[in-house]
């Protein structure tokens, strides 16, 4: 069982810089891929980045790229997303999510956190 708690999120200009973290319980955090995923009112959960357990694979959805870098301290238990240039359609709810299998579909993952709302003002 992981159970996962998101923060960092917030209200930011356009332009602007958020650090989203998810801390995660239990001693098997390092064996988990773990996810990023937003949910903006009234659209379904999108994919926006995975790390695999090592870090050594890495996705992102193609609207983050270039903008937007996942990494993870497995010591600390902690996975992290740092958003650079946000822009108004960024404005969602991040969710984090542990899984065995690093993928881009939010089915693959067993364990979600509650999420933090990120607003990007134009």
């Known amino acids: 069982q992981v159970q996962l708690v998101e923060s960092g999120g917030g209200l930011v200009q356009a332009g602007g810089s958020l650090r989203l973290s998810c801390a995660a319980s239990?001693?098997?955090?390092?064996?988990?891929?773990m996810g990023w995923f937003r949910q903006a009112p009234g659209k379904e959960r999108d994919f926006v980045a995975t790390?695999?357990?090592?870090?050594?694979?890495?996705q992102y959805a193609d609207s983050v790229k270039g903008r937007f870098t996942i990494s993870r301290d497995n010591a600390k238990n902690t996975v992290y997303l740092e958003m650079n240039s946000l822009k108004p359609e960024d404005t969602a709810v991040y969710y984090c999510a542990a899984g065995r299998w690093s993928r881009t579909y939010s089915h693959a993952y067993d364990y979600w956190g509650q999420g933090t709302q990120v607003t990007v003002s134009s």
């Open positions: 239990g001693r098997t955090f390092s064996s988990y891929a």
């Open positions: 790390i695999s357990w090592s870090g050594g694979n890495i």
